[in-house]
């Protein structure tokens, strides 16, 4: 009885993911979307192209002084695109995700640590950043429609 | 399967609990007490450098209130990724370089520990509640390459310990 119990809520979270199960796969996605071994433009393109609906069209990326704002899904992608040619073995994953959803569920932020692992010719490397990603739904599905990166340091001699 | 008894020992039974209590306590000091880092980078020559073991007391802050001059852990990202840094300004203090030379409220603070001096330029800036201006030992690059800045209080995991 228990194990039919067990598989009964077992089927409806597969079936029937809440709000953050979902964000959870559309950042898992996304994060196999970007990452990558170095392969050829064509193949890169067409990985960055099936990120397009995770994403939505006004999404904007803003890693803060001295860069500028990115605005717009295919110049986001396409800057991942160029980033994932650029190094080798790039790995992506999204940890310590922490999903706050607002009480209409229309819109949700989550702050998690974006760890990249790759080659950079030199050797293997690793970066790690907090970001706060924010969601929106449209159309029942959770996109992404902004991500901020959250500077740990305050700089005085920047705004 | 039996063990030889160089792993297992006179008594397996005993080792077994000594190899469980070993592991426990690792547990305990690794995951509450103690956070060990490994120096990557220059920013904290000579105090630290490339490849040194370092170990952040993950408890001193929850007892006290960080101190000017403590080599501390800054959370980035995570629970895992730190910067280590030496705080030079307090709360509510102000804070600049002028010529290099480090001003808080105006005057020069005396830092033995610095051994290359810089030529950085920074105007007086306050610093607000709860935040510490923590900055590199290091200061021969760019002051723009170099990672400084005010941290708030929930970000500074602990001093190093030795």
Known sequence: MAALAGAAVYGWRVWFPNDEAQIHAVLERIADGISGDGEGDARRLARAASLLEEFDPDVTVDAGPPFDTLRGRDVILGAAAKMNGSVRNLDLSFDDVVIQVDAVRSQATANLTAEARFDDGGGAAVDARELDVSFTRIDGAWVVSAVTLVRPLRRLDQP | ?162
């Open chain 2, 1 to 162: 399967m039996v063990l030889p008894r160089w792993v297992a020992g006179a008594n397996p039974k005993r080792t077994a609990m000594r190899a469980a209590v070993m592991i426990g306590l690792a547990f305990v000091v690794f995951g509450y007490l103690l956070l060990p880092v490994r120096g990557i980078g220059i920013s904290m020559e000579p105090t630290i450098t490339q490849g040194d073991l370092v170990f952040i007391s993950r408890l001193s802050y929850r007892f006290r209130d960080p101190k000017r001059g403590e080599v501390v852990a800054v959370r980035i990202a995570g629970n895992s990724v730190v910067l280590v840094k030496r705080i030079v300004a307090l709360p509510g203090e102000l804070v600049g370089f002028r010529a290099g030379i480090l001003h808080i409220n105006g005057a020069p603070l005396d830092e033995p520990y610095v051994k290359n001096q810089s030529d950085w330029d920074l105007v007086d800036g306050p610093l607000g509640d709860g935040e510490y201006f923590v900055v590199g030992d290091n200061r021969t690059m760019p002051m723009r390459l170099h990672e400084m800045g005010a941290a708030s209080r929930q970000r500074l995991i602990g001093p190093t310990l030795f």
